[in-house]
Protein backbone atom coordinates (compact mmCIF):
# COMPACT_ATOMS: atom_id res chain seq x y z
CA UNK A 1 0.00 0.00 0.00
CA UNK A 2 3.08 2.27 0.88
CA UNK A 3 4.36 2.09 -2.25
CA UNK A 4 1.27 2.68 -4.23
CA UNK A 5 0.76 5.92 -2.24
CA UNK A 6 4.11 6.69 -2.89
CA UNK A 7 4.01 6.25 -6.66
CA UNK A 8 0.78 8.54 -6.75
CA UNK A 9 2.49 10.95 -4.88
CA UNK A 10 5.72 10.72 -7.51
CA UNK A 11 2.79 11.39 -10.20
CA UNK A 12 1.27 14.30 -8.37
CA UNK A 13 4.65 16.01 -8.22
CA UNK A 14 5.67 15.11 -11.17
CA UNK A 15 2.00 16.42 -13.13
CA UNK A 16 2.47 19.69 -10.55
CA UNK A 17 5.99 20.18 -12.18
CA UNK A 18 4.83 19.54 -15.89
CA UNK A 19 2.02 22.26 -15.20
CA UNK A 20 4.34 24.89 -14.18
CA UNK A 21 6.79 24.39 -16.71
CA UNK A 22 3.76 24.25 -19.78
CA UNK A 23 2.71 27.89 -18.19
CA UNK A 24 5.82 29.35 -17.66
CA UNK A 25 7.87 28.06 -20.72
CA UNK A 26 5.75 30.32 -23.05
CA UNK A 27 6.29 33.52 -21.25
CA UNK A 28 9.48 35.10 -22.80
CA UNK A 29 7.65 33.71 -26.39
CA UNK A 30 4.52 35.09 -25.87
CA UNK A 31 6.64 38.50 -24.42
CA UNK A 32 8.92 39.06 -27.69
CA UNK A 33 5.25 38.75 -29.45
CA UNK A 34 3.51 41.32 -28.03
CA UNK A 35 6.41 43.87 -28.26
CA UNK A 36 6.72 43.45 -32.29
CA UNK A 37 2.68 43.21 -32.63
CA UNK A 38 3.29 46.64 -30.88
CA UNK A 39 5.90 48.00 -32.98
CA UNK A 40 8.76 47.44 -31.21
CA UNK A 41 11.68 45.87 -33.03
CA UNK A 42 13.38 44.14 -30.69
CA UNK A 43 15.80 40.83 -31.59
CA UNK A 44 15.70 42.42 -35.05
CA UNK A 45 19.23 42.92 -36.68
CA UNK A 46 18.52 44.53 -39.60
CA UNK A 47 16.22 47.23 -41.40
CA UNK A 48 14.69 45.05 -43.19
CA UNK A 49 13.75 42.63 -40.60
CA UNK A 50 12.56 45.48 -38.55
CA UNK A 51 10.24 46.34 -41.65
CA UNK A 52 8.71 43.21 -42.32
CA UNK A 53 7.82 42.77 -38.61
CA UNK A 54 4.60 45.42 -39.82
CA UNK A 55 3.64 43.46 -42.83
CA UNK A 56 0.66 42.09 -42.75
CA UNK A 57 1.80 38.51 -42.88
CA UNK A 58 3.96 39.00 -39.97
CA UNK A 59 1.34 40.51 -37.70
CA UNK A 60 -1.54 37.58 -38.77
CA UNK A 61 1.07 34.74 -38.15
CA UNK A 62 1.98 36.65 -35.20
CA UNK A 63 -1.71 37.39 -34.06
CA UNK A 64 -2.05 33.12 -34.97
CA UNK A 65 0.72 31.85 -32.91
CA UNK A 66 0.09 33.67 -30.01
CA UNK A 67 -3.35 32.46 -29.64
CA UNK A 68 -2.39 28.81 -30.43
CA UNK A 69 0.08 28.73 -27.39
CA UNK A 70 -2.52 30.67 -25.47
CA UNK A 71 -5.09 27.27 -26.24
CA UNK A 72 -1.83 25.29 -25.21
CA UNK A 73 -1.53 26.65 -21.74
CA UNK A 74 -5.17 26.55 -21.25
CA UNK A 75 -5.41 22.46 -22.21
CA UNK A 76 -2.23 21.93 -19.83
CA UNK A 77 -4.46 23.76 -17.23
CA UNK A 78 -7.26 21.75 -18.37
CA UNK A 79 -5.55 18.17 -18.42
CA UNK A 80 -4.38 18.79 -14.43
CA UNK A 81 -8.02 19.59 -13.18
CA UNK A 82 -10.10 17.36 -10.68
CA UNK A 83 -12.88 17.71 -13.55
CA UNK A 84 -10.37 16.96 -16.05
CA UNK A 85 -11.75 13.62 -17.43
CA UNK A 86 -15.26 15.44 -18.13
CA UNK A 87 -13.51 17.19 -20.72
CA UNK A 88 -15.53 15.98 -24.45
CA UNK A 89 -12.97 13.29 -25.50
CA UNK A 90 -13.26 14.90 -29.13
CA UNK A 91 -11.72 17.98 -27.77
CA UNK A 92 -8.64 16.45 -26.10
CA UNK A 93 -7.98 14.79 -29.42
CA UNK A 94 -8.10 17.57 -31.37
CA UNK A 95 -6.07 19.55 -29.18
CA UNK A 96 -3.69 16.72 -28.29
CA UNK A 97 -3.49 15.89 -32.01
CA UNK A 98 -2.58 19.99 -32.45
CA UNK A 99 0.22 20.03 -29.87
CA UNK A 100 2.09 16.50 -30.89
CA UNK A 101 1.89 17.27 -34.38
CA UNK A 102 3.34 20.86 -34.28
CA UNK A 103 6.02 20.10 -31.06
CA UNK A 104 6.72 16.65 -31.30
CA UNK A 105 9.67 17.36 -34.43
CA UNK A 106 10.72 20.47 -32.29
CA UNK A 107 11.46 18.30 -29.04
CA UNK A 108 13.11 15.42 -31.05
CA UNK A 109 14.66 16.32 -34.23
CA UNK A 110 16.00 19.92 -33.14
CA UNK A 111 18.24 19.56 -30.30
CA UNK A 112 20.11 16.50 -31.95
CA UNK A 113 20.06 19.24 -35.52
CA UNK A 114 21.78 21.86 -33.01
CA UNK A 115 24.62 19.13 -31.87
CA UNK A 116 25.02 18.25 -35.20
CA UNK A 117 24.85 21.33 -36.41
CA UNK A 118 27.72 22.98 -34.16
CA UNK A 119 29.90 19.85 -34.78
CA UNK A 120 29.79 20.30 -38.69
CA UNK A 121 30.84 24.10 -37.82
CA UNK A 122 27.50 25.37 -39.95
CA UNK A 123 26.76 29.13 -38.90
CA UNK A 124 23.09 30.66 -39.61
CA UNK A 125 22.86 33.39 -42.28
CA UNK A 126 21.72 36.45 -40.99
CA UNK A 127 18.12 36.16 -41.30
CA UNK A 128 16.95 39.71 -39.92
CA UNK A 129 17.13 38.27 -36.17
CA UNK A 130 19.28 38.22 -33.52
CA UNK A 131 20.72 34.14 -33.08
CA UNK A 132 19.02 34.60 -29.32
CA UNK A 133 15.64 34.86 -30.66
CA UNK A 134 15.88 31.76 -31.85
CA UNK A 135 17.47 30.40 -28.87
CA UNK A 136 14.45 32.02 -26.65
CA UNK A 137 11.56 30.77 -29.21
CA UNK A 138 12.53 26.93 -29.63
CA UNK A 139 13.76 26.80 -26.21
CA UNK A 140 10.11 27.46 -25.18
CA UNK A 141 9.04 25.11 -27.75
CA UNK A 142 11.11 22.29 -26.49
CA UNK A 143 10.29 23.11 -22.73
CA UNK A 144 6.14 23.13 -23.56
CA UNK A 145 6.55 19.72 -25.89
CA UNK A 146 8.34 17.97 -22.81
CA UNK A 147 5.50 19.20 -20.24
CA UNK A 148 2.92 18.66 -22.49
CA UNK A 149 3.82 15.15 -23.12
CA UNK A 150 4.43 14.71 -19.71
CA UNK A 151 0.83 15.85 -18.79
CA UNK A 152 -0.63 13.84 -22.21
CA UNK A 153 0.94 10.55 -21.02
CA UNK A 154 -0.32 10.65 -17.81
CA UNK A 155 -4.02 11.85 -18.76
CA UNK A 156 -4.26 9.48 -21.66
CA UNK A 157 -3.35 6.76 -19.21
CA UNK A 158 -5.68 7.34 -16.79
CA UNK A 159 -8.71 7.77 -18.79
CA UNK A 160 -7.96 5.01 -21.63
CA UNK A 161 -5.09 3.14 -20.20
CA UNK A 162 -7.90 0.12 -21.52
CA UNK A 163 -7.62 1.30 -25.45
CA UNK A 164 -4.39 1.47 -25.33
CA UNK A 165 -3.06 -1.64 -23.50
CA UNK A 166 -4.06 -3.41 -26.69
CA UNK A 167 -2.04 -3.46 -29.86
CA UNK A 168 -3.42 -0.55 -32.39
CA UNK A 169 -6.31 -3.00 -34.90
CA UNK A 170 -5.53 -2.23 -38.82
CA UNK A 171 -8.12 -0.59 -40.35
CA UNK A 172 -10.31 -1.95 -43.37
CA UNK A 173 -8.90 -1.34 -47.16
CA UNK A 174 -10.21 2.43 -47.40
CA UNK A 175 -8.87 3.60 -44.41
CA UNK A 176 -5.64 1.21 -45.00
CA UNK A 177 -4.79 2.83 -48.77
CA UNK A 178 -5.52 6.90 -47.46
CA UNK A 179 -2.92 5.97 -44.66
CA UNK A 180 -0.86 4.77 -47.54
CA UNK A 181 -0.72 7.41 -49.42
CA UNK A 182 -1.39 9.80 -46.52
CA UNK A 183 1.86 8.92 -44.75
CA UNK A 184 4.12 7.40 -47.13
CA UNK A 185 4.81 9.85 -49.85
CA UNK A 186 5.04 12.85 -46.79
CA UNK A 187 7.67 10.63 -44.83
CA UNK A 188 9.77 9.80 -47.80
CA UNK A 189 9.72 13.39 -49.02
CA UNK A 190 10.45 15.00 -45.90
CA UNK A 191 13.44 12.01 -45.22
CA UNK A 192 14.82 13.14 -48.46
CA UNK A 193 14.80 17.07 -48.07
CA UNK A 194 16.10 16.43 -44.67
CA UNK A 195 18.74 14.30 -46.06
CA UNK A 196 19.91 16.22 -49.06
CA UNK A 197 18.14 19.93 -48.66
CA UNK A 198 15.00 21.25 -49.95
CA UNK A 199 16.30 21.88 -53.16
CA UNK A 200 13.77 23.40 -55.58
CA UNK A 201 10.27 21.38 -54.53
CA UNK A 202 10.69 21.36 -50.62
CA UNK A 203 10.65 24.14 -47.54
CA UNK A 204 12.12 26.91 -48.72
CA UNK A 205 14.72 28.39 -46.05
CA UNK A 206 15.44 24.97 -44.30
CA UNK A 207 19.20 24.39 -45.25
CA UNK A 208 20.84 24.66 -41.64
CA UNK A 209 21.57 21.12 -40.17
CA UNK A 210 19.52 21.56 -37.13
CA UNK A 211 16.25 22.45 -39.52
CA UNK A 212 17.15 19.86 -42.04
CA UNK A 213 17.56 17.30 -38.95
CA UNK A 214 13.50 18.47 -38.01
CA UNK A 215 12.52 17.00 -41.39
CA UNK A 216 14.65 13.93 -41.07
CA UNK A 217 12.22 13.17 -38.05
CA UNK A 218 9.34 14.30 -39.44
CA UNK A 219 9.22 12.07 -42.77
CA UNK A 220 10.71 9.15 -40.25
CA UNK A 221 7.59 9.57 -37.81
CA UNK A 222 5.53 9.49 -40.55
CA UNK A 223 6.55 6.34 -41.64
CA UNK A 224 6.57 4.58 -38.65
CA UNK A 225 3.41 5.86 -38.26
CA UNK A 226 2.02 3.68 -40.83
CA UNK A 227 4.13 0.54 -40.10
CA UNK A 228 4.08 0.31 -36.31
CA UNK A 229 0.84 -1.01 -36.43
CA UNK A 230 1.82 -3.71 -38.83
CA UNK A 231 4.32 -4.77 -35.79
CA UNK A 232 2.97 -3.67 -32.77
CA UNK A 233 3.20 -7.35 -31.14
CA UNK A 234 6.73 -6.85 -31.74
CA UNK A 235 6.94 -3.94 -29.99
CA UNK A 236 4.14 -3.58 -27.22
CA UNK A 237 0.93 -1.92 -27.19
CA UNK A 238 1.74 1.50 -25.66
CA UNK A 239 4.74 1.75 -27.74
CA UNK A 240 3.19 1.37 -30.68
CA UNK A 241 0.38 3.70 -29.44
CA UNK A 242 2.79 6.71 -28.90
CA UNK A 243 4.49 5.96 -32.02
CA UNK A 244 1.42 4.98 -34.27
CA UNK A 245 0.28 8.61 -32.52
CA UNK A 246 2.93 11.08 -32.91
CA UNK A 247 3.28 9.62 -36.55
CA UNK A 248 -0.10 10.40 -37.54
CA UNK A 249 -0.29 13.91 -35.98
CA UNK A 250 3.01 15.41 -37.15
CA UNK A 251 2.19 14.32 -40.90
CA UNK A 252 -1.82 15.42 -40.75
CA UNK A 253 -0.39 18.93 -38.93
CA UNK A 254 3.15 19.86 -40.66
CA UNK A 255 2.07 19.99 -44.39
CA UNK A 256 -0.67 23.08 -43.18
CA UNK A 257 2.31 24.46 -40.88
CA UNK A 258 5.07 24.52 -43.88
CA UNK A 259 2.44 26.14 -45.88
CA UNK A 260 1.95 29.05 -43.41
CA UNK A 261 5.21 29.68 -42.66
CA UNK A 262 6.88 29.53 -45.54
CA UNK A 263 9.98 31.59 -45.97
CA UNK A 264 8.88 34.54 -47.85
CA UNK A 265 5.71 32.85 -48.18
CA UNK A 266 7.00 31.28 -51.55
CA UNK A 267 4.94 27.37 -51.19
CA UNK A 268 6.08 25.33 -53.43
CA UNK A 269 3.63 23.28 -54.97
CA UNK A 270 4.86 19.47 -54.06
CA UNK A 271 4.41 20.50 -50.28
CA UNK A 272 0.75 21.72 -51.05
CA UNK A 273 0.37 18.20 -53.16
CA UNK A 274 1.55 16.13 -50.65
CA UNK A 275 -0.49 18.28 -47.81
CA UNK A 276 -3.70 17.43 -49.34
CA UNK A 277 -2.71 13.96 -49.50
CA UNK A 278 -1.22 13.82 -45.88
CA UNK A 279 -3.46 15.55 -43.58
CA UNK A 280 -6.81 13.48 -44.75
CA UNK A 281 -5.30 10.22 -45.13
CA UNK A 282 -3.21 10.62 -41.72
CA UNK A 283 -6.22 11.53 -39.73
CA UNK A 284 -8.32 8.57 -41.28
CA UNK A 285 -5.88 6.16 -40.86
CA UNK A 286 -5.22 7.25 -37.32
CA UNK A 287 -9.12 7.40 -36.66
CA UNK A 288 -9.64 3.97 -38.48
CA UNK A 289 -6.88 2.43 -35.73
CA UNK A 290 -8.53 4.28 -32.94
CA UNK A 291 -12.17 2.77 -33.89
CA UNK A 292 -11.33 -0.22 -34.41
CA UNK A 293 -9.15 -1.06 -31.70
CA UNK A 294 -11.88 0.73 -29.44
CA UNK A 295 -14.44 -1.83 -30.75
CA UNK A 296 -12.49 -4.80 -30.47
CA UNK A 297 -11.71 -3.80 -26.39
CA UNK A 298 -15.36 -3.06 -25.66
CA UNK A 299 -16.66 -6.12 -27.27
CA UNK A 300 -13.64 -8.18 -25.48
CA UNK A 301 -14.80 -6.61 -22.08
CA UNK A 302 -18.72 -7.70 -22.54
CA UNK A 303 -18.01 -11.15 -23.80
CA UNK A 304 -19.14 -13.51 -20.87
CA UNK A 305 -16.40 -16.01 -19.66
Not at 71 to 91: G, K, M, N, Q
Not at 202 to 217: C, K
Not at 223 to 229: H, M, Q, R, T, Y
Not at 259 to 288: F, H
Request: overall charge positive; hydrophobic content about 55%; proline content about 7%.
Amino acid sequence: MSGVLGMSQQRRSLRRAALAVACLAPVPYLVLKVLWLSGSSIGTTTAAGAGAMHETRFVVGNLITVGLMLVAVAFAIALTRPSAHRVPAWLVFVLGAGVTGLLAPILLGLPVGLILQLAAGEVAADEGLAPWVFGVVYSGFALLGIAMAVLLAQYVVTRWGQLIARPPELPRVAPLVGGALGLVPFGLANLYWGLAGPGSTGPQGMELVAQRTVLVVSGLLGLAAFAVPFLSRGVGPRLAWLITWTGCCVAAFQGPTQILLANDGDVRPMIVLLTLLSTPGSALYGLSLLRRTWSRSRAVAVTPV
